[in-house]
């Protein structure tokens, strides 16, 4: 009788386990609804402070921890530049920090005194006219987790299924709620300058590149219009190893910030936002704007398993 007593109390334990768990998962949005859309910003043009950080996205979580400890207060901001599943977690490129302000509100310069004197850098990002947007519950540590495996997925059909050009994704932190958003304009505007400049030495890798190839091939033509023995073995081969992975060959004229890295680069045929279903409000009520005419492709998402501590708006 007793074995049948001990037996029952733990299948009534486990079975409460199980139910408590589910509960937090329930709780942390395991069942909330994903719902993606076009329209309006969920903010308006904000300053941030952040740290740029090159490699895999995995390891942004101290960034968070750091940017939540100079201001626990302030919300939380991550900006993903390349697609972790297309370019090597080493040549991934993110910006993460907080927001220092947004609107017409400017921050205290003790404000931005502070967070420069622990190493973050001051930038400013606009408020696009359109952008791919979608929330997602921000209760506990396992919402982050979640929304990586549920929100992204959504957001990528979405913009695969309307050949969208949505770059870069930004996940923006506030009270209960994490907001993704990919601008439809103005994208070249959420670019921080190290991405820039990694873009430029990329560039310049690939230009200098194209120059030896190029006087590789004339000194090989000249050599065989004179019938010369003289050969130069492994001269191609050695041009073409100084080739950086992965460098671009995208400019960056009139701000144009793309390159096989970013997640501009799509492939797909453009859309005009005419030709785009806006659906309703952004988070802050503003109308809908006017819509534009810019040609836009389709992209994927960033993976990104970090948890940042919950900040206060």
């Known amino acids: 009788m007793s074995d049948l007593l001990l037996l029952g109390l733990i299948g009534g334990l486990t079975l409460l386990l199980l139910l408590t768990l589910l509960a937090f998962a329930g709780y942390s949005g395991l069942l909330a609804g994903v719902a993606v859309s076009a329209g309006s910003p969920p903010i308006r043009n904000i300053t941030v402070a952040y740290k740029f950080h090159m490699g895999p996205y995995g390891e942004t979580g101290r960034l968070f921890t750091e940017s939540c400890s100079v201001s626990p207060k302030l919300r939380s901001i991550a900006v993903y530049y390349d697609n972790p599943h297309m370019v090597l977690p080493e040549k991934c490129r993110c910006a993460v920090g907080s927001i220092l302000s947004e609107g017409e509100e400017s921050p205290s310069p003790e404000l931005i005194h502070l967070y420069q004197k622990f190493g973050f850098k001051v930038f400013s990002f606009p408020a696009p006219s359109h952008v791919v947007t979608a929330t997602f519950p921000y209760t506990t540590a396992l919402s982050i987790w979640l929304a990586t495996r549920r929100v992204h997925p959504a957001l990528d059909t ?6 969208l050009c949505a770059h870069p994704r930004l996940e923006i932190y506030q009270q209960d709620q994490i907001y993704f958003m990919c601008p439809l304009a103005r994208q070249g505007d959420f670019y921080v300058p190290e991405v820039k400049e990694t873009e430029r030495k990329c560039r310049g890798l690939l230009e200098a590149s194209d120059a030896q190839m190029d006087g590789t091939g004339a000194d ?31 400019g960056w ?8 890295h970013s997640y501009s680069e799509s492939g797909a045929s453009g ?43």
């Open 271 to 313: 859309s005009s936002f005419e030709e785009l279903d806006l659906e309703g409000e952004g988070p802050l009520g503003e109308p809908q704007l006017a819509p534009e005419t810019e040609p836009l492709g389709a992209t994927k998402w960033p993976q990104k398993p970090s948890i940042p501590e919950k900040g206060k708006e």
């Open 158 to 163: 979405y913009i695969k299924e309307r050949k």
């Open 220 to 250: 090989t033509m000249s050599e065989t219009s004179s019938i010369s023995l003289e050969v130069s073995p492994g001269s191609r081969e050695t041009s073409v190893a100084t080739l950086s992975p992965g460098a671009s060959s995208h």
């Open 253 to 260: 004229d009139d701000g144009d910030t793309r390159s096989e």
